[in-house]
């Protein structure tokens, strides 16, 4: 089971995702570095994908975790480590996912980081956090949560350095008829 400290960035972190996250369809214009053409990633967040970005897992389903600690009925004594060791890089970053919707925010083609392939990459302007994402039929969904900012991710955070530049970010509720809420542009 986690521990008392890991308890509580998830419950920090869970704040953070059900106010600016959960439920709503980000989309990020970039500019691609080579042809020049404006390009867009479409990415959808729900309650389902929380739990795997803490690297946890849980006694029942991502969503049913989600509900728990919503409704502040969750024991640590449910929660354990993931068996891959992503925990604690991944609860060392998961406060950070602010700075994936800020200026200087950068999208990755697919690429792979150690034993993980994704498809597209959402990384911060510095190489301090990504997250990676898989394509789905109508858009991309979060597949992990990764920290680029220690010594041992430097040398294999090669797959983020080539990248290209978020000129927009807006975001939208999922099955909303409203305007997208522009959060950046440049």
Same mark, same amino acid.
């Given at each position: 089971?986690?521990? %008392?400290? %890991? ?5 920090? @972190? ?21 042809? $020049? ?9 729900? =309650? /389902? ?12 389903? =991502?969503?049913?975790?989600?509900? =728990?600690?919503?409704? $502040? ?7 354990? +480590? ?6 604690? &890089? ?12 800020? +200026? ?12 993980? &392939?994704?498809?597209? @990459?959402?990384? #911060?302007?510095?190489?301090?956090? @990504? ?6 039929? $109508?858009?991309? %969904? +979060? &597949?992990?949560?990764? =920290? ?7 040398? &294999?955070?090669?797959?983020? #350095? ?10 939208? /509720?999922? $099955?909303?008829?409203?305007? +997208? ?6």
């Amino acid at each position: 089971m986690i521990n %008392q400290k %890991q308890f509580n960035i998830i419950k920090e @972190a869970f704040l953070i995702y059900e106010r600016d996250f959960n439920d709503y369809e980000f989309t990020y214009t970039y500019r691609h570095r080579k042809s $020049n053409k404006l390009l867009k990633l479409r990415i959808s967040f729900t =309650a /389902k994908n929380f739990m795997h970005l803490c690297g946890v897992t849980y006694k029942t389903r =991502a969503t049913q975790f989600y509900r =728990a600690l919503k409704n $502040n009925r969750i024991s640590l004594k449910d929660i354990y +480590p993931k068996n891959d060791g992503s925990t604690n &890089q991944k609860l060392g970053v998961i406060s950070l996912m602010h700075l994936l919707t800020s +200026p200087g925010v950068r999208i990755c083609d697919k690429g792979s980081f150690y034993n993980l &392939q994704f498809n597209k @990459a959402i990384r #911060s302007g510095k190489l301090i956090i @990504a997250l990676t994402c898989v394509e789905t039929p $109508n858009n991309y %969904q +979060p &597949q992990s949560l990764l =920290a680029l900012n220690t010594s041992n991710q430097k040398r &294999q955070s090669r797959a983020f #350095s080539h990248s290209h530049e978020v000129i927009k970010i807006s975001k939208v /509720k999922i $099955n909303s008829e409203n305007e +997208p809420l522009i959060i950046f542009e440049k």
